[in-house]
């Protein structure tokens, strides 16, 4: 199960830090990813974390790189999504999702919605 | 950036009917396409990873084919509650790209 929490209402230009807890599968095994989804609009890939073997290197989204920080915390069972800079066109539905070896995107959180909006 | 181009954008079908649903990558990926539903106000559901391989627990008339740059996601008798959209996703590289969705509606 992936549970997200951390979304709200945000001015441009502000900040806002999404959590992703987890729980039912050993969580240091599988990458993390978020996906977004703006409202009326398709899904779109925000960034991964990868796990430990892979030394939890990142990857992302045009869109988001140089705004947006995936972290993850193996201890605690979640991963981390930091949205800096934010813009109007950021608002979307944020989902938590996580990819087992040798599969993909193979579970999603409920999602968590983020409005930037003065 | 690697595009993914869904066709078609829309579609309506009958209960029973075999519906065919296509995604085209702008570079060859392998078979590194995924397959995912979704209904109004749901979260995406995983259908089909490696353009053929079945999620766990999805229905056998759900299947997957392709390499390269063109691929199928085919229901072989469509059910009531397979009305939904649906998304194909390429992870051969980043930044992982999503299809632009096909939305099946009832005839």
């Known amino acids: 199960q992936l549970v997200e929490s951390g979304g709200g209402l945000v001015q441009p230009g502000g900040s806002l830090s999404l959590s992703c807890a987890a729980s039912g599968f050993t969580f240091s095994d599988p990458h993390m990813d978020w996906v977004r989804q703006a409202p009326g609009k398709g899904l779109e890939w925000v960034g991964r974390v990868r796990n430990k073997v892979n030394s939890y290197t990142t990857e992302y989204a045009a869109s988001v790189k140089d705004r947006f920080t995936i972290s993850r915390d193996d201890s605690k069972n979640s991963v981390y999504l930091q949205m800096n800079s934010l813009r109007t066109e950021d608002t979307a539905v944020y989902y938590c999702?996580?990819?087992?070896?040798?599969?993909?995107?193979?579970?999603w959180g409920r999602g968590t919605v983020v409005t930037v909006s003065s | 950036d690697i595009q993914m181009t869904q066709s078609p954008s829309a579609m309506s079908a009958s209960v029973g009917d075999r519906v065919t649903i296509t995604c085209r990558a702008s570079q060859g990926i392998s078979n590194s396409l995924a397959w995912f539903q979704q209904k109004p106000g749901k979260v995406p559901k995983p259908l089909i990873y490696a353009a053929s391989t079945l999620q766990s627990g999805v229905p056998s008339r759900f299947s997957g084919s392709g390499s390269g740059t063109e691929f199928t996601l085919t229901i072989s008798s469509l059910q009531p509650e397979d009305f939904a959209t649906y998304y194909c996703?390429?992870?051969?590289?980043?930044?992982?790209?999503f299809g632009q969705g096909t939305k099946l509606e009832i005839k």
């Open positions: 999702v996580k990819s087992r070896v040798g599969n993909v995107f193979d579970a």
């Open positions: 996703l390429q992870y051969k590289s980043y930044p992982f790209t």
